[in-house]
């Protein structure tokens, strides 16, 4: 992200040492603005003809505690959990309620976000019992990756995206066929591992270097480094735009995208502006027997129904069933057992073959 540009696009710096994939703020100054990239002719939309997918709705996928997650308890606009060995708290705008656990429990933990509490908001960590290295190992799904801390307040991670993970790792591996999938705002690569592992080719496309070097990292600490994954640094629209050209189809799509972003040369990317466009190409990108298109937004003032609706749109014509809702962690308390409130992390809609 996140997740963390431009024209249309900005492959997500996804919610990491800066936005989900929005490139770190830069302060303005009088004699030295803001560099941004002219906008390139856009493509008009496809005039789509048939009947609308079949729909499935709302849906609503619940994460699994696993791979050493976990959310203990919420409330007061904050989040306890966690991640490996480390327990955290971090703000979270969804949690209206009061907090279940005693105080104590939340101040006995090893690292607290402080500063902006915007979703994609800077700050800093702060360590209760004494400075921690910046990574530490987790894994998700039979894959090692590095947890960390960023400035965003992210994690290296979003877990509530393990349902799609889960679901596309079960798709490739039961294919029977080769599989080629397309990450877009990729992040730090813990989806295109998971996707390689379970045998597909993967281009993982993110407009953050950094992000993109988090997602080697991530490939070498999981032992994966022949794995078939191309690691592309681009505008997520630039990049999708110039596939469609070339003529290069995939089997399953993942796009995650932030609500703004900035590609790697200063490209602008609002996902009301260009969402549409993107949903678009993306149906062009897809294999005449695709197996699947996964959208997933966050900290957007809409309902899934919107999103739903675009992709119902966007599909027209192609069959299958779409299924929207929201993607949820539950708390599980200190002992990991329990079945605590539901707090709603993202909206998602994803297309399906019949």
């Known amino acids: ?35 941004t990239v002219p906008a390139e ?11 609308k997918p079949g729909e499935r709705i709302p849906v609503i996928l619940e994460n699994a505690t696993s791979g050493g997650f976990r959310l203990i308890d919420s409330g007061a606009g ?62 998700l799904l039979g894959v090692d990756f590095h947890g ?38 990729g992040y730090t690569g813990v989806a295109s591992l998971i996707a390689a592992s379970a045998g597909a080719e993967v281009t993982h496309v993110d407009a953050s270097k950094k992000a993109i070097g988090w997602g080697r990292e991530n490939q070498a600490l999981a032992r994966m480094e022949k794995a078939p994954i191309r690691w592309i640094c681009d505008d997520a629209m630039k990049f999708i735009a110039r596939e469609e050209r070339r003529g ?19 490209e602008v990317w609002q996902l009301f502006d260009h969402l549409p466009l993107m949903l678009d190409i993306g149906r062009e990108l897809l294999t005449a027997n695709a197996l699947g298109f996964v959208l997933t937004a966050y900290s957007i003032r809409a309902s899934f129904y919107s999103i739903h609706e675009l992709m119902r749109e966007t599909m027209r014509g192609a069959g299958g069933v779409v299924e929207s809702g929201e993607l949820i962690i539950r708390e599980s308390g200190l002992d990991g057992a329990e079945r605590g409130r539901a707090l709603s992390t993202s909206l998602f809609s994803r297309w399906v073959p019949a």
């Open 148 to 185: 960390r801390f960023t400035s965003f307040r992210h994690v290296g991670v979003f877990p509530e995206q393990q349902v799609h993970w889960t679901w596309m790792k079960n798709v490739i591996e039961t294919a029977k066929r080769p599989v080629k999938v397309l990450n877009l705002f």
């Open 41 to 51: 002719p856009q493509r008009p939309l496809m005039a789509r003809s048939g009947e």
């Open 78 to 139: 904050e989040k306890l959990e966690q991640y490996g060995d480390h327990r955290i708290v971090r703000p979270e705008a969804q949690a209206l309620w009061q907090r279940s656990l005693a105080a104590r429990h939340w101040e006995q933990v090893d690292a607290v976000f402080t500063g902006d509490t915007d979703e994609d908001g800077m700050g800093r960590w702060r360590f209760p019992k004494g400075a921690l290295g910046e990574t530490w190992p987790m894994q």
């Open 1 to 35: 992200m996140r997740r963390g540009g431009p024209p249309p696009g900005a492959a997500k710096a996804e919610k990491r040492d800066r936005p989900r994939d929005a490139q770190p703020r830069v302060k303005e100054t009088a004699v030295r603005p803001e560099r």
């Open 248 to 266: 290069n189809r995939y089997d399953i799509i993942l796009t995650d995208p932030p609500k703004f972003g900035r590609g790697p040369n200063g």
